[in-house]
């Protein structure tokens, strides 16, 4: 299974960018999927989960600028940011049925991350 993510770049403080993330798995609908960020230096993450069912769930950072979006006949996970701050620069991660074992994040499948950088 892969995941790629693309629409990652460099934008400004204020600015909108929306990240993508085209699966090759056929049952993509039943996954739970999610986006994931990482710092430099930082840990990995939540940035915003979606379920199967179209549930979603935001970190506390991005709720009110970011949604997370599915189209599962196009395989797709998308992320829409808006009025972008020079904190959200990061390398985003798509992870299909995200979660954690104790205190460790796990996924069935990740992938590769693309780098939003925001200036300010």
């Known amino acids: 299974v892969r995941l790629v993510e693309s629409g990652g770049g460099l934008v400004q403080t204020g600015g909108s960018l929306r990240l993508s993330c085209a699966s090759s798995e056929s049952i993509f609908s039943v996954r739970d999927m999610g986006w994931y960020r990482q710092a430099i230096g930082k840990q990995r993450d939540l940035v915003a989960t979606?379920?199967?069912?179209?549930?979603?769930n935001y970190a506390d950072s991005v709720k009110g600028r970011f949604t997370i979006s599915r189209d599962n006949a196009k395989k797709t996970v998308y992320l829409q940011m808006n009025n972008l701050k020079p904190e959200d620069t990061a390398v985003y991660y798509c992870?299909?049925?995200?979660?954690?074992?104790?205190?460790?994040?796990?996924?069935?499948?990740w992938g590769k991350g693309t780098l939003v950088t925001v200036s300010s």
């Open positions: 979606i379920t199967s069912g179209n549930a979603t």
């Open positions: 992870a299909a049925d995200p979660g954690y074992s104790g205190s460790y994040l796990i996924a069935s499948y």
